[in-house]
């Protein structure tokens, strides 16, 4: 086991501190966080602009159809002259995210990454959720808004996105047992017990405390 890598991939509802939870964890194992910065690294080294590619991150865009279930699996092998900017862009980052994969141990953000990472015995697989109650008061902070309102607003906008990439790149669905190997609460524990629990399960998996 010492010589494998460790990746902990994280999909997680808007406001239930899966960001913060990562950045806990990558802490602990002195490894590497990627979420907004992966966009960087693959403007980086692909050479393109990192503002334009952030703006279709998580996205699925130039569709005239509502994204379905393994949508872009279904298309690729046929259309791949007419794919979309998302599309191109879903692929540079899954190609990259195999990529690091194979060269280092890391903490993984959203993505899609759970599905990418599917058959990669290195990568244990999460999906962190929360109560409305405890998302509320994050989202508010997180994005400046005055009222509850605002925020359920925010959180449906920005998980109708998530779920609508996560379903069409995939051929697993969002927020589903059979795309994670674990579902946690992060307002049933907190999230330093939210923490505490991963690394437990990590050490589980792959012996390292």
């Known amino acids: 086991m010492e010589n494998r890598h460790m990746i902990i991939s994280i999909g997680r509802e808007c406001g239930s501190g899966g960001h913060e939870i990562g950045e806990k964890l990558a802490k ?32 699925v865009t130039g569709r005239i159809l509502p994204p379905q279930k393994n949508g872009f699996a279904s298309e690729v092998g046929t259309m791949m002259s007419k794919l ?4 191109r862009l879903y692929l540079e980052e899954k190609g990259l995210i195999l ?3 194979q060269e280092e141990s890391f903490v993984i953000i959203g993505r899609a990454a ?31 808004l005055d009222t509850d309102n605002a925020a359920r607003k925010k959180m449906e906008q920005v998980d109708k996105a998530r779920r609508a ?13 059979d795309a994670h190997d ?15 629990i991963i690394i437990n399960l990590a050490e589980r998996r792959f012996g390292k405390k």
């Open 28 to 59: 602990h194992y002195g490894i590497t966080l990627y979420d907004r910065n992966l966009i960087e690294k693959l403007a980086e080294e692909t050479n393109q602009n990192p503002e334009k590619l952030a703006q279709l991150e998580e996205r």
């Open 84 to 87: 979309s900017q998302s599309d």
């Open 99 to 101: 990529k690091l994969a």
């Open 114 to 144: 759970n599905a990418i990472l599917a058959d990669n015995p290195d990568t244990l697989r999460l999906y962190v959720y929360a109560s409305e109650e405890f998302k509320l008061p994050r989202v508010k902070e997180f994005y400046h």
């Open 165 to 177: 990439y996560f379903n069409f790149y995939s051929d697993t669905v969002w927020g589903s047992s």
């Open 182 to 196: 674990f579902m946690i609460s992060s307002s049933v524990f907190g999230i330093d017990e939210t923490v505490e």
